[in-house]
């Protein structure tokens, strides 16, 4: 009988949720270190396997500043909270896409 090393039964393996989760950040961090993280570091909101299980749905959230209106009151001035949904595939980890999620 032969024997597959652990290495190649690693890489057969599904990606699992906390996998997909840091396949999200690195690539929200690749694609944003000098525009956002310099605001607010990126937290996980959500994570979701798809129906058909060949994806994670991982959502991160990070504050961006709000437009600068000259007469907001300072207590309004709050950070707004947006979202980034990325499709990481559930066989090899590779992040397919990012969106802005839809209400619905």
């Known amino acids: ?37 310099s605001s607010s570091e990126p937290g996980l909101e959500e994570i979701e396997m798809s129906k058909d299980g060949r994806f994670w749905l991982v959502t991160l959230g990070y504050n961006a500043p709000r437009p600068k209106y000259q007469h907001m009151p300072e207590f309004l001035k709050v950070p707004m909270r947006k979202l980034k949904v990325f ?3 559930a066989a090899t980890g590779r992040v397919l896409s990012m969106k802005i999620p839809q209400d619905g």
């Open 1 to 37: 009988m032969v024997r597959k090393s652990s290495a190649t039964s690693t890489r057969n393996r599904p990606v699992d949720a906390r996998q997909a989760t840091k396949a999200a950040f690195d690539y929200f961090e690749m694609l944003f270190s000098n525009k956002l993280l």
């Open 87 to 89: 499709k990481v595939d």
